[in-house]
């Protein structure tokens, strides 16, 4: 991936000083709503876990849950039945200013990441990040997929609050099948599908903490080109026919559409993979279950009528789907309708798990004042 990011989200003057409070009070109303209904004899329930799935390139339009009729999301569609949606959720145009927010829960000007390549996707090493936070509270912490905020040690997750990395650590990766892969800093031919392959590892991870707090970290590499999936996944689109076209409509390939959504299915099953184990281990309960994605879709295809895509400031190239589920506190079903962002995830997921953040770099930035 090449394309540098448009120069306006190289500002850190966006002037959104209340989301962090609007999502935190919402999600904290849910929270408190549904703990003064629990056992109070319980007066220290065990720490949750925590589940984080990032989509790389999938467009709010990518889901069944929003109104696309051609593609079936049976899996990420659950965890927003089964907890807390935020309707309005914005990212950044591209992939790695978005991971640099999650990450520290602070805009990416404001850690050094301007880009996507040649460095500017770095962040920068006197920044903390919430792998970070969870790990100084004792939770196990994994990471399995693509990194992209720096490849090379002391860049690399490993350095930055990860026990264990699989995955590909830089923005771009041009193998899908049998891909040479990262494992713990060694590089090794992996076996199938790429994200198969990483989810694979993911279960591993929660199958060997499941007696101690974990924290894991599952960002997909899909449906980011190359245009490549499943032959049994490719199978089922390569001749539908697409009914819902993209905004524009002459921009669209319709080949691309039908491997996108091929690889969106694919990725839902490997979501379905990780739940059913959280299930089996009896995890569910007390697991935090996050799914969102770091951009708009990375071609012209069906999005909800919006204008825009990945690399633009339009709506159709920011606003993502973001879904938040824990069973034992949050609310099956609601919906958060105030505006919320990538910055406001660190600082809910800590609050929610009752973990203290590391780092005392202010997370909501500090007013602007002209001279006289």
Same mark, same amino acid.
């Given at each position: 991936?090449?394309? $540098? ?12 000083? !209340? ?12 929270? =408190?709503?549904?703990? &003064? ?6 007066? $220290? ?71 996507? %390549?040649?460095? @500017?996707?770095?962040?920068? /090493?006197? =920044?903390?990040?919430? &792998?970070?936070?969870?790990? &100084? ?13 720096? %490849?090379q040690w002391p860049y690399h997750p490993m350095a930055r609050g990860f026990d264990e990395y699989f995955g590909h650590a830089s923005?771009? +990766?041009? !193998? ?18 790429? #994200? ?10 929660? =199958? ?9 970290? #599952? ?7 190359? +245009? ?5 996944? +490719?199978? @089922? ?6 009914? $819902? ?10 080949? =691309? ?7 969106? !299915?694919? @990725? ?9 184990? /959280?299930?089996?281990?009896? /995890?569910?309960?007390?697991?935090? #279950? *996050? ?10 295809? +069906?999005?909800?009528?919006?204008k825009g895509r990945k690399g633009s400031t339009d709506e159709g190239g920011v606003r993502s789907t973001c879904f938040l589920r824990?069973?034992?506190? *949050? ?6 309708? @105030? ?9 809910? *997921? ?13 997370? #909501? ?8």
């Amino acid at each position: 991936m090449t394309t $540098q990011p448009p120069a306006s989200i190289n500002s850190d003057e966006r002037c959104l000083h !209340e989301i962090p409070i609007a999502l935190c009070v919402s999600v904290r109303c849910c929270f =408190e709503s549904n703990t &003064a209904s629990a056992d109070e004899s319980s007066s $220290q329930p065990p720490r949750p876990n925590v589940l984080i799935f990032l989509s790389d390139d999938a467009g709010w339009g990518d889901y069944s849950r929003n109104g696309n009729m051609q593609v079936s999301t049976p899996h990420i569609d659950g965890i927003a039945r089964g907890g807390v949606t935020l309707d309005r959720f914005f990212v950044c145009p591209v992939c790695a200013p978005t991971r640099a927010e999650f990450l520290t829960g602070r805009y990416h000007p404001r850690g050094g990441v301007r880009g996507v %390549s040649t460095g @500017q996707e770095r962040l920068d /090493l006197d =920044e903390r990040t919430v &792998a970070e936070a969870f790990h &100084a509270a004792g939770y196990a912490t994994g990471a399995f997929g693509k990194w992209h905020n720096g %490849s090379q040690w002391p860049y690399h997750p490993m350095a930055r609050g990860f026990d264990e990395y699989f995955g590909h650590a830089s923005g771009h +990766w041009g !193998e899908y099948f049998d891909a040479p892969l990262e494992e713990n800093g060694r590089m090794i031919r992996s076996r199938g599908y790429i #994200v198969d392959a990483c989810t694979d590892r993911a279960i591993d991870f929660i =199958e060997r903490n499941n007696s101690k707090p974990f924290f894991c970290y #599952v960002p997909f590499t899909t449906p980011h080109s190359p +245009w490549a999936a499943p032959a049994a996944n +490719w199978k @089922q689109f390569k001749d539908k026919p697409i009914t $819902q076209h993209a905004t524009v409509t002459n921009q669209e390939n319709i080949d =691309e559409t039908r491997c996108a959504l091929a690889m969106i !299915e694919n @990725q839902d099953a490997n979501v379905g993979r990780v739940l059913a184990m /959280l299930d089996k281990l009896k /995890l569910t309960d007390n697991t935090i #279950v *996050l799914y969102f994605s770091d951009n708009g879709p990375n071609s012209a295809r +069906w999005n909800g009528g919006m204008k825009g895509r990945k690399g633009s400031t339009d709506e159709g190239g920011v606003r993502s789907t973001c879904f938040l589920r824990w069973p034992a506190r *949050l609310p099956a079903g609601h919906t958060v309708p @105030q505006i919320a962002g990538a910055i406001d995830l660190l600082p809910t *997921l800590t609050a929610l798990a009752g973990v203290k953040r590391v780092g005392d770099k202010p997370l #909501v930035p500090r007013p602007r004042i002209d001279p006289p």
